[in-house]
């Protein structure tokens, strides 16, 4: 099946002939993080710290990037989780640094291993420990362990819902909200969303190759709930969350049963889905009057968590 591209924006489309969608696979990957990292870099739009810091963890050493406006004290904090489709992405994340700014809150963002070379469950494994590490360190940090959020785009998304279910089930450290902007959930992409063959930006066969990297494998159904959150059967006893997504998003569909099962669990979660939006568009087209919306409206859900 295929999408048929006049349900897009036309403000979103003239971003496309500049970034078409990706085609990885296991023999390319290595390759694709080379070229794509040789794109141009837009300098910061905001003035944050960037302090670096080593946690030691069970699985050896973990880079953090921790981005602040101010060393004011007992600061809300969120755990950011960057994007990629578990196997691209950096933690040296712009929108950690403009969430840092906006805020006057601390940010940690963790630098994750990637699959293939490390597939799961070390990145929702490294991301845990960052949590844990927020917590212990709560007052060295100067953060208020009570008004954590976690959150992430895309593939951090998925994995910041992943370790919510993880954190659940082990030390279940305080949440105030876990941020997921249009999360990669589904391994089997089993919604009618999923089916169509031609979204822009992530593919269908792409986001397959993406899983089978992650998951190391197929395992279908067997997929562990914290590798992908879809496969959970008890989504009770979770923090509040926010979930956004484009119509013409990969995972449009997924992200709304997600949030439907969530709210049967009786988890309070807001729901925003945008007209024309196709995956991560915000990011290609900032200045585009949908995507100034999406911003709006998980900076206010981010904003109401932190107070």
Same mark, same amino acid.
């Given at each position: ?9 036309p403000? !979103?489309?003239?971003?496309l002939? /500049?970034?078409?969608?990706? /085609? ?7 390759k ?12 910061? $739009?905001? $003035?944050?710290?960037e302090?670096e810091?080593v946690?030691?963890? =069970? *699985?050896?050493? !973990?880079r ?10 007992? +600061?809300?904090?969120?755990?950011w ?22 805020? /006057? ?8 291993? !990637? ?12 991301? &845990? ?6 917590? *212990? +360190? ?26 919510v279910?993880?954190?659940? /089930? =082990?030390?279940? &450290? ?6 997921? !902007? ?11 969303s999923g +089916?169509?063959?031609?979204?822009p @930006?992530?593919? +269908? ?6 899983? #089978?990297? &992650? ?6 159904? #067997?997929?562990?709930?914290y ?19 484009? $119509? ?18 009786? @988890?309070?979660? #807001? ?10 568009? #915000? ?11 999406l911003?709006?409206?998980?900076m ?8």
């Amino acid at each position: 099946m295929l999408l048929d591209y006049k349900k897009i924006d036309p403000e !979103l489309l003239p971003a496309l002939e /500049d970034f078409p969608a990706l /085609d990885l696979n296991r023999d390319n990957i290595v390759k694709m993080r080379e070229l794509l990292a040789q794109r141009p870099t837009v300098p910061s $739009a905001v $003035a944050v710290s960037e302090e670096e810091q080593v946690i030691d963890t =069970k *699985d050896g050493a !973990l880079r953090v990037f921790i981005y602040r406006k101010t060393n004011a004290a007992n +600061q809300p904090a969120l755990l950011w989780v960057h994007g990629g489709g578990y196997i691209l992405g950096t933690a040296k994340d712009e929108r950690a640094r403009v969430i840092a700014d906006a805020f /006057d809150c601390t940010v940690v963002s963790v630098d994750y291993r !990637l699959a293939p070379e490390a597939p799961f469950p070390a990145g929702p494994n490294d991301c &845990y420990a960052a949590l844990e590490w927020m917590n *212990d +360190q709560a007052a060295v940090l100067g953060i208020d362990r009570e008004r954590i959020v976690i959150g992430g785009a895309s593939a951090g998304a998925g994995m910041a819902a992943g370790v919510v279910l993880m954190n659940r /089930d =082990k030390a279940n &450290y305080p949440l105030r909200l876990q941020l997921l !902007l249009y999360p990669m959930l589904d391994n089997l992409h089993g919604t009618p969303s999923g +089916q169509f063959e031609n979204h822009p @930006v992530w593919k +269908q066969q792409t986001s397959f190759n993406a899983w #089978e990297m &992650y998951l190391d494998g197929t395992p279908g159904l #067997e997929a562990s709930p914290y590798a992908a959150a879809a496969r959970a059967t008890d989504l009770s006893g979770l923090p509040s969350a926010y979930i956004c997504v484009g $119509a013409a998003d990969l995972f449009c569909d997924e992200d709304i049963e997600y949030a439907r099962r969530l709210d049967a669990a009786g @988890v309070n979660v #807001e729901l925003a889905v945008f007209p024309g939006v196709y995956h991560a568009a #915000e990011s290609f087209a900032p200045a585009v009057k949908v995507s100034k919306r999406l911003k709006a409206s998980f900076m206010s859900a981010l904003g109401d968590a932190f107070r």
